[in-house]
């Protein structure tokens, strides 16, 4: 149990589209999604932290009007890069927690997008 | 906000060795550390975790310490294997994960 899926798992785009990435919860509830982005030899760095049903909680210099996430449901999150740019190349890897009071998360296969 | 410091950065030991990874942190509240592998253009899969309430947890060839006075944690494999080749991540929790910066393991056959 406890499994959480991205898709699409890679994505090229041209600069100045916006790419949509998703992270559901297949097998629980999840009221809360992180999203992290992570550069080649390099950790994972949290972007926002996602509640369900409201705003994201975006870390320090995270612009929240370019990577827009909307948490509408217990089992999905979904993660908008705006008007993507060479330097949003990365790999961005989703995680869920099952509880608010359960730090435990569970990570998705990650996605990597290009932008050309 | 918290802050996990991890060493070494790259760890190169005999096929059969042990391996030894460590870290701190900042934040004296946090209260969940997980070690995480990742593979190449994989995301991190959790292979041991242990809270505040408990000072050593062993799972077979993996254990992890945590000195919360000292606010260390460490990560030791036992008769390492080629296939832990991996990078390897600590972090520490309260209720977002914060990662360290990571080792890259290898395994020397």
């Known amino acids: 149990g406890a499994v959480v899926s991205q898709h699409p798992s890679w994505v090229i785009c041209k600069s100045g589209t916006s790419v949509k990435i998703e992270c559901r919860s297949l097998?629980?509830?999840?009221?809360?999604m992180f999203w992290y982005r992570q550069f080649p030899k390099q950790s994972l760095m949290l972007m926002a932290t996602?509640?369900?049903?409201?705003?994201?909680?975006?870390e320090q210099g995270v612009e929240k009007d370019k990577f827009l996430i909307n948490h509408a449901s217990l089992t999905l999150s979904t993660l908008t890069v705006t008007s993507a740019h060479p330097e949003d190349s990365s790999f961005y890897i989703c995680?869920?927690?099952?509880?608010?009071?359960?730090?435990?998360?569970?990570f998705g296969q990650g996605t990597r997008l290009t932008v050309v | 906000g918290e802050n996990v410091e991890q060493h070494p950065s790259t760890l190169s030991v005999q096929e059969g060795d042990s391996a030894v990874i460590k870290c701190t942190y900042s934040?004296?509240?946090?209260?969940?550390f997980p070690w995480y592998k990742q593979e190449l253009g994989k995301g991190p899969q959790l292979i041991i975790d242990?809270?505040?309430?408990?000072g050593e947890k062993k799972d077979q060839r993996i254990a992890v310490t945590l000195n919360k006075t000292a606010k260390h944690f460490s990560l030791h494999i036992t008769e390492t294997q080629p296939e832990d080749s991996a990078v390897y991540f600590c972090?520490?929790?309260?209720?977002?994960?914060?990662f360290g910066s990571g080792t890259r393991l290898s395994i020397r056959p």
């Open positions: 097998d629980f509830q999840a009221t809360t």
């Open positions: 996602s509640n369900e049903g409201s705003k994201a909680t975006y």
């Open positions: 972090a520490a929790a309260l209720s977002k994960i914060i």
């Open positions: 934040d004296s509240a946090s209260n969940y």
């Open positions: 242990i809270r505040s309430n408990v």
């Open positions: 995680s869920a927690q099952k509880g608010r009071e359960d730090t435990e998360a569970f």
